[in-house]
């Protein structure tokens, strides 16, 4: 029998501590629970050659979500993803704006614009941060005021675009390396007159519900998580909606037009 020493439960973090919950839960007789946060299998078909290792985490993610006895998942859009592996329904926990001592800058004169993603071949795909610069590039001459266009997560190799455009078009987009620190995104954000976050797939979006909490306009990709969670709350008409394609020319134009309005 379960000692009253030892938890009812254990929780796990997906890949990362799911395994160390269900062994726990079966050396206490307990339950383990692991929460779901990310969509290893979408992305996949994205990675090209990386997709070898992604597939490998996919089947390690099928396999540990399969031997818990209680799922979660990060907004309703990985609740998809976890029945698709397990045919086993996933709590489905929708994080609540957060509290932030930071304040955005309410009367900042010009356009500050943020998006996140690397700019390898492999992760833009995805992130599309590329047609971010692209459309931030249209807009700019557009604009007469300071302007500025910060990607968040930009990885070293990358630095060298950031420059090329930079001197190419006489942009001004600031490289900001990834961070764990929340403050220092909260920080970032609180500088923004508008956040852009046009994932061709998102299994939730925490840095949109981080812009959201801040009061920065928000432009989002309608296949994401934070946008299904918006769209059952009957939230959706207070941030701006992108219906993206994959088709970088079009997605541009949509961004562009986000940011215009």
């Given at each position: 029998?379960?000692?009253?020493?030892?938890?009812?439960?254990?929780?796990?973090?997906?890949?990362?501590?799911?395994?160390?919950?269900?062994?726990?839960?079966?050396?206490?007789?307990?339950?383990?629970?692991?929460?779901?946060?990310?969509?290893?299998?979408?992305?996949?078909?994205?990675?090209?050659?990386?997709?070898?290792?992604?597939?490998?985490?996919?089947?390690?993610?099928?396999?540990?979500?399969?031997?818990a006895d209680v799922l979660f998942s990060v907004g309703p859009k990985l609740s998809e993803s976890v029945y698709r592996l397990t045919r086993k329904e996933a709590i489905?926990?929708?994080?609540?704006?957060?509290?932030?001592?930071?304040?955005?800058?309410?009367?900042?004169?010009?356009?500050?614009?943020?998006?996140?993603?690397?700019?390898?071949?492999?992760?833009?795909?995805?992130?599309?941060?590329?047609?971010?610069?692209?459309?931030?590039?249209?807009?700019?001459?557009?604009?007469?005021?300071?302007?500025?266009?910060?990607?968040?997560?930009?990885?070293?190799?990358?630095?060298?675009?950031?420059?090329?455009?930079?001197?190419?078009?006489?942009?001004?987009?600031?490289?900001?390396?990834?961070?764990?620190?929340?403050?220092?995104?909260?920080?970032?954000?609180?500088?923004?007159?508008?956040?852009?976050?046009?994932?061709?797939?998102?299994?939730?979006?925490?840095?949109?519900?981080?812009?959201?909490s801040m009061n920065i306009p928000l432009a989002i990709s309608v296949n994401s998580g934070l946008y299904e969670m918006l769209e059952n709350f009957k939230l959706k008409?207070?941030?701006?909606?992108?219906?993206?394609?994959?088709?970088?020319?079009?997605?541009?134009?949509?961004?562009?037009?986000?940011?215009?309005?």
């Amino acid at each position: 029998n379960r000692s009253q020493y030892f938890p009812e439960y254990w929780i796990g973090h997906d890949i990362y501590t799911g395994d160390l919950a269900t062994g726990c839960s079966k050396i206490t007789i307990s339950y383990s629970a692991v929460v779901s946060h990310f969509d290893y299998e979408y992305y996949a078909s994205y990675k090209g050659v990386e997709g070898i290792d992604v597939h490998r985490k996919m089947q390690e993610q099928k396999r540990v979500l399969l031997d818990a006895d209680v799922l979660f998942s990060v907004g309703p859009k990985l609740s998809e993803s976890v029945y698709r592996l397990t045919r086993k329904e996933a709590i489905v926990l929708n994080p609540s704006c957060f509290s932030t001592a930071i304040e955005a800058l309410p009367t900042r004169k010009g356009f500050f614009t943020m998006a996140t993603g690397r700019l390898d071949a492999h992760n833009d795909n995805i992130k599309r941060a590329s047609i971010v610069i692209d459309a931030y590039s249209r807009i700019s001459k557009e604009i007469y005021e300071d302007k500025m266009l910060s990607i968040y997560g930009i990885e070293e190799e990358s630095l060298s675009i950031i420059a090329e455009n930079n001197s190419k078009n006489i942009l001004n987009i600031k490289a900001l390396p990834f961070s764990n620190d929340r403050e220092q995104i909260f920080q970032a954000l609180s500088e923004q007159t508008m956040f852009s976050m046009p994932s061709l797939h998102e299994g939730f979006g925490l840095t949109g519900l981080e812009a959201i909490s801040m009061n920065i306009p928000l432009a989002i990709s309608v296949n994401s998580g934070l946008y299904e969670m918006l769209e059952n709350f009957k939230l959706k008409d207070y941030i701006y909606k992108l219906e993206l394609t994959g088709d970088n020319e079009s997605d541009s134009e949509k961004i562009y037009k986000a940011m215009y309005e």
